[in-house]
């Protein structure tokens, strides 16, 4: 099996492993897709629900292939890319997948009306953001040193960019 093909398929396993778990089946759990009245009775609230979903779903599926086809690697810890993945949406924002899994969650709890979802989705991104600052970046820079620290020094965590980077 060459090293693309196990990329690939590593990536899709996580792919419903780590984020079908954390922004499905925990959401599910939580809410039971069921359709609440919407927060502060304001219906909005469901269409920027839409809103957050469709481009976290297409986020997330563009941040996993790129990391299984440019990055030869999963987003897992226990197989990385073989090389760091700075193209796509990662021009943008350095988390683009944690990103996409919240923007998952909370579109979710907009659309549903879920209290509960909402929560998790709060509970999520703080532990991402935890995990980020304590393990993630620190790796990143022992692994990949300068041109991680020159990357992490132009593109911000959390928010994206206005234009792409193009370190």
Do not use: C
Request: hydrophobic share 50%; glycine share 10%; no cysteine.
């Amino acid at each position: 099996m060459n090293e693309r093909f196990r990329a690939i398929v590593g990536s899709i396993a996580f792919l419903f492993v780590a984020p079908g778990i954390v922004a499905g089946v925990i959401p599910w759990a939580l809410s039971g897709y069921r359709l609440g009245p919407p927060f502060l009775g304001f219906e909005p609230f469901r269409w920027f629900g839409i809103a957050l979903l469709l481009p976290g779903a297409a986020l997330l599926i563009e941040t996993f292939a790129r990391f299984a086809l440019r990055g030869l690697g999963t987003p897992a810890p226990i197989a990385p890319t073989k090389s760091l993945v700075v193209t796509g949406s990662y021009r943008l924002v350095r988390n683009p997948m944690y990103v996409a899994v919240v923007s998952l969650i909370l579109g979710q709890a907009l659309l549903l009306g879920s209290v509960s979802v909402l929560i998790w989705g709060a509970v999520v991104w703080l532990t991402v953001h935890l995990f980020v600052l304590a393990y993630e970046e620190p790796t990143l820079s022992r692994s990949y040193g300068e041109q991680y620290d020159r990357y992490r020094a132009n593109v911000r965590r959390w928010l994206p960019r206005l234009t792409p980077w193009r370190g």
